[in-house]
């Protein structure tokens, strides 16, 4: 397993695509192998997980459908993209809206909800993303769908002219498009919204303090090693010799032997991740298989 092998948790830029900063990576490892463990809006900013080598495997088992993002909301402008990147195609003066209004906005939008994507995203419609669609000029309308969004706290309001700006610190599943809470907040208002400013300051149990902008690691290529990646969001389990060489080879072991009904991290002796491993119909199998045998 070369050193190579890890996660990086990427402080991502504005006016940079998810793949761009998975392009930048792959010069930087060496490798194509590098993955990223969740979109980013372009002009969107913050953490941003990605997994080189290895640890593109690993990337679909972690625990990130927790997110936590800060924003700034305009209301009195609704935009075709619901961001600041589109154009303006409605709205209403928002002079008159007050701070209670909008917090009380705010609640029906708070909670198990159906959320309609925004018609300029990653969504596909019958196997065509949505936002290519919309570009040429045949937006599609998007069925809604159930997120979650676990709070949606209005923390500062500014106003100038018509417009207020909203300064919001959001925590929702995964799949929950944080331009819809913009534009559903200032459609329940009646001035319409976009969002001018996003930040993700948490995906799963990776935060800010963790990251690193792109200059960064240009002089440095901070990794998170997959052992201890695979340690610290799952349970470990030590192996045999003879049980690390079965799973390494894609075997199974016996059942009941310590393996949850969730993942598990298994490893060799020398302390070397042989797989993640989860028990069922009787057996402890291979999830995902890491070592080479």
């Known amino acids: 397993m070369s050193a190579a092998d890890g996660l990086v948790i990427v402080d991502k830029p504005g006016g940079m695509t998810s793949h761009d900063v998975v392009a930048r990576l792959r010069r930087l490892a060496g490798t194509r192998r590098v993955g990223h463990g969740g979109t980013l809006d372009p002009m969107a900013t913050g953490v941003l997980v990605a997994g080189v080598g290895k640890a593109t495997r690993l990337l679909g088992h972690l625990a990130l459908a927790e997110k936590e993002y800060q924003a700034t909301i305009r209301l009195g402008q ?36 159906q959320q309609v994507p925004p018609a300029v995203s990653a969504v596909k419609v019958g196997g065509t993303r949505a936002y290519r669609l919309a570009r040429a000029g045949a937006a599609p309308v998007l069925a809604p769908r159930p997120v979650t969004v676990r709070s949606f706290r209005v923390l500062s309001q500014r106003r100038t002219g018509d417009l207020l700006d909203v300064d919001v610190a959001v925590t929702s599943s995964s799949g929950t498009y944080i331009r819809a809470l913009a534009r559903d907040l200032g459609d329940a208002l009646g001035v319409g919204g976009h969002v001018t400013v ?38 470990s389990r030590q192996l045999t010799g003879d049980e690390a060489e079965r799973l390494a080879h894609g075997g199974r072991l016996p059942g009941g032997t310590g393996a949850g009904p969730g993942p598990e991290a298994a490893f060799a002796p020398d302390g070397t991740l042989i797989a993640l491993v989860e028990e069922k119909d009787g057996h402890t199998r291979p999830v995902v298989v890491f070592a080479t045998p």
């Open 198 to 235: 996003l930040r993700r300051t948490r995906a799963g149990s990776y935060d800010l303090t963790m990251a690193r902008t792109l200059d960064q690691l240009e002089v440095e290529l901070s990794l998170i090693p997959l052992a201890k990646a695979a340690a610290d969001a799952f349970p």
């Open 78 to 113: 609704a935009t075709d993209t619901c961001d600041a990147e589109g154009e303006v195609i409605s709205g209403a003066p928002a002079g008159a809206v007050t701070p209670d209004e909008v917090r009380a906005a705010t609640v029906p939008l708070t909670g198990e909800i």
